[in-house]
């Protein structure tokens, strides 16, 4: 499976921006599919997941109330609607895809390649 992940770059705080992650190369209805993020200098951290039908769905309680995530099997991709963005969310983000789903990465067998966000001040 092969994650392509696009939709990043800079915006201010308080501005939303939507991340797709485009899957080719398997079965990506069966999947669960999980964004991470980088903060520059920090680990990688858990920011959501959604399971192969749509639901359940969980996030980081950084996120919560401000960031949704979706999908279309129709089209093979999840997407990640970020809304009142704040400088702290400056990552890169990764799309994952497995058959496990939860908030670690080692629920996750497949990653893309990670999308940047700036969020400026």
């Known amino acids: 499976v092969q994650l392509q992940a696009s939709g990043g770059g800079l915006v201010q705080a308080g501005g939303s921006l939507r991340l797709s992650c485009a899957a080719s190369?398997?079965?990506?209805?069966?999947?669960?599919m999980g964004w991470f993020r980088q903060p520059p200098g920090k680990e990688r951290e858990f920011v959501g997941f959604i399971s192969w039908s749509g639901g359940p769905t969980d996030y980081a309680d950084s996120v919560k109330g401000r960031f949704t995530i979706s999908r279309d099997n129709a089209v093979n991709t999840v997407y990640l609607q970020m809304n009142s963005l704040k400088p702290e969310d400056t990552a890169v983000y990764y799309c994952a895809a497995g058959i496990w789903y939860g908030g670690y990465t080692g629920n996750y067998d497949y990653w893309g390649q990670g999308t940047l966000v700036t969020v400026s001040s």
């Open positions: 190369g398997g079965t990506f209805s069966r999947l669960h």
